[in-house]
């Protein structure tokens, strides 16, 4: 689907393929490493495009891995909605699905080998005297004073642990590294924590289960990874990870290189906060469409094809930055200003009778499905006597430049008639509840003679038009940086018109709709059928973005 010629270059696969060129490498094997206890998001969308990316692009494997080292944060759910997420983005992972914790039994006895090298110790401060302990940025830490455990002593508590004899939180195993260095990672990092849970893919075998810190680095090794590729904020970890490799006899030492993560503005990717908008109904589940997961952006109608640009466009350095949203509107945009067929629909219904038509009167338009492609069927509109326009299309004192409806004033019907409005029908609070318009019958596919008509605005007819729900989104947070200051909760930034619901009526072939299909509405913005609500009888659309296009305005502008 992609191929490093239509892929911007980046600083990874240059060092890659200069390994390559050079023999230091055979065939490169990368990983896509996720913790199954959320839903991903467009972050994570930017290392999977990263990490299959490269193998596609260097001849090489990708690997999916679940990191799966804490049951109590983990479910089932989680795990097919990421399997589900990437094969949707078009990648397909190298042999089976592999977990961390089908490495549990090695990584227990590594950790017993640690203990007998006198590298690991059983320690007894609970979170709180850990923490006290460790030391700062600026002090030093303070070593334990179980620090000095005998080895024999260490094994037989840890096998202790092992058994569930202790309660959680009451003893830690922990590398015995150092307590004064300035990176505290290597300030004697946790190993093995105990935890009275089933794990969903070992069941109950264990009452112990090891850190991430020292499941991920070993993983890689025992897979085989020659190159792991992850964000920045593990760049301080690396040489922890390089400690683990250095004292244990793995089969391989796979190389860490940091690039810097997708930060976009008006969202917030930490799945921490993610699954709290989740539980605090916020939002409706991980797959509401204002979410910045894959599957909340999948069911507003993003394609595969516009992520996978998007992540392209971003590119891949090591400059950390925040990326503007706008730039993810222009992807969606410009493939579905390509690929999605046209619809008409009117979002606030104002009826308008075409008195010089009779009641009985039915004409079909033939249109074609795309303007610009031969391919997609075309579309059959109905016009009668009666039918549907948008309220702000009509102005009973429009301003100067009011090229839409006004009493006396022409306009033309997209693909069909100009007509003009001729009486204003209200209702007893004076409401507008009708148009009196006429049909100049010979303006179809041409200009009426002698008169210049600039408005052209979209309509419904009224004896055929389907009813429809449509769901406008916007950004779900009103600033830029929702989770930037620490003082204030980021929920106090939510945007409260990021969802409205209006009832509309659509041109009569949206009954045929499917679920997930995407079309543009003419003159209103990009929309897809929901892929839960809309079916059986029900048309449900979502907005996926607007017609208007700011972030490729901005940059004709800089050019």
Same mark, same amino acid.
């Given at each position: 689907m992609s191929s490093e010629s239509t892929s911007a270059p980046n600083f990874i696969r240059t060092q890659i393929r200069e390994e390559i060129e050079q023999g230091r490498v055979d065939t490169i094997v990368t990983r896509f490493p996720p913790e199954p206890n959320g839903f991903l998001h467009i972050?994570?969308?930017?290392?999977?495009?990263?990490n299959f990316g490269l193998a596609e692009q260097l001849g090489g494997q990708c690997h999916l891995r679940f990191d799966d080292t804490n049951p109590a944060r983990e479910e089932q759910v989680y795990i097919d909605a990421i399997r589900e997420d990437i094969e949707w983005l078009g990648f397909q992972w190298s042999g089976e699905i592999r977990y961390a914790s089908s490495y549990f039994d090695q990584l227990h006895e590594w950790a017993c080998q640690l203990i007998r090298d006198g590298l690991a110790y059983v320690d007894d401060l609970d979170a709180e005297q850990m923490r006290e302990y460790r030391g700062t940025l600026t002090e030093p830490g303070r070593p334990s004073p179980w620090r000095d455990r005998s080895v024999e002593e260490n094994l037989a508590l840890f096998e202790g642990m092992r058994n569930g004899e202790f309660a959680e939180g009451e003893k830690v195993l922990r590398a015995k590294i150092d307590m004064a260095s300035p990176n505290i *990672?290597?300030?004697?990092? @946790?190993?093995?924590?105990?935890?009275?849970?089933?794990?969903?893919?070992?069941?109950?075998? %264990?009452?112990?289960?090891?850190?991430?810190?020292?499941t991920h680095g070993q993983s890689d090794a025992i897979e085989g990874i020659t190159h792991s590729i992850? @964000?920045?904020e593990f760049e301080d970890h690396r040489p922890l990870y390089n400690w683990f490799l250095d004292n244990l006899p793995v089969p391989a030492r796979p190389r860490q290189i940091e690039f810097a993560r997708l930060n976009l503005n008006y969202t917030v990717t930490s799945k921490r906060k993610l699954k709290l908008l989740v539980d605090q109904g916020v939002v409706d589940g991980w797959d509401d469409p204002r979410m910045p997961t894959i599957s909340g952006m999948r069911r507003r109608g993003y394609t595969p094809?516009?992520?996978?640009?998007?992540?392209?466009?971003?590119?891949?350095?090591?400059?950390?930055?925040?990326? #503007?949203?706008?730039?993810?509107?222009?992807?969606?945009?410009? #493939?579905?200003?390509? *690929?999605? !067929?046209?619809?008409?629909?009117?979002?606030?219904?104002?009826?308008?009778?075409?008195?010089?038509? !009779?009641?009985?009167?039915?004409e079909i338009f033939e249109v074609?499905?795309?303007?610009?492609?031969?391919?997609?069927?075309?579309?059959?509109? !109905?016009? *009668?006597?009666?039918? %549907?326009? #948008?309220?702000e299309d009509f102005m009973e004192e429009p301003p100067k430049k009011f090229f839409r409806l006004a009493p006396g004033k022409e306009v033309r019907l997209r693909n069909a008639y100009v007509i003009c409005c001729d009486e204003v029908i209200k209702n007893e609070q004076g409401e507008v509840e009708a148009l009196h318009c006429s049909v100049d019958l010979e303006t179809l596919g041409q200009n009426p003679e002698g008169r210049k008509v600039k408005g052209v605005i979209h309509w419904v007819s009224a004896r055929h038009g389907v009813d429809v729900e449509v769901r406008n989104y916007d950004n779900l947070f009103q600033v830029e940086a929702p989770d930037r200051d620490k003082d204030v909760d980021f929920l106090e930034h939510l945007n409260a018109q990021s969802l409205e619901v209006v009832h509309g009526?659509?041109? !009569?072939?949206?009954?045929?709709?499917?679920?997930?299909?995407?079309?543009?509405?003419?003159?209103?913005?990009?929309?897809?059928? #929901?892929?839960?609500?809309h079916g059986a009888g029900r048309l449900v659309f979502n907005r996926t973005v607007s017609l208007k296009d700011g972030w490729a305005k901005a940059q004709n502008k800089a050019n």
């Open positions: 972050g994570h969308a930017k290392s999977i495009c990263l *990672n290597l300030r004697d990092p @946790t190993l093995y924590r105990i935890r009275h849970a089933a794990h969903h893919q070992s069941g109950d075998k %264990w009452k112990i289960y090891p850190s991430y810190d020292f992850c @964000t920045l094809a516009s992520i996978r640009k998007f992540c392209d466009m971003v590119g891949v350095s090591r400059a950390s930055g925040v990326v #503007d949203i706008q730039m993810l509107y222009h992807a969606i945009r410009s #493939d579905l200003e390509d *690929n999605a !067929p046209r619809a008409m629909c009117v979002m606030k219904p104002l009826k308008v009778v075409l008195t010089n038509l !009779p009641d009985d009167h039915e074609a499905g795309h303007p610009a492609r031969e391919d997609m069927a075309v579309r059959q509109l !109905p016009l *009668n006597r009666e039918i %549907w326009i #948008d309220q009526i659509g041109e !009569p072939s949206l009954a045929q709709a499917g679920a997930e299909q995407r079309f543009q509405f003419e003159r209103v913005g990009y929309f897809c059928a #929901d892929r839960h609500d």
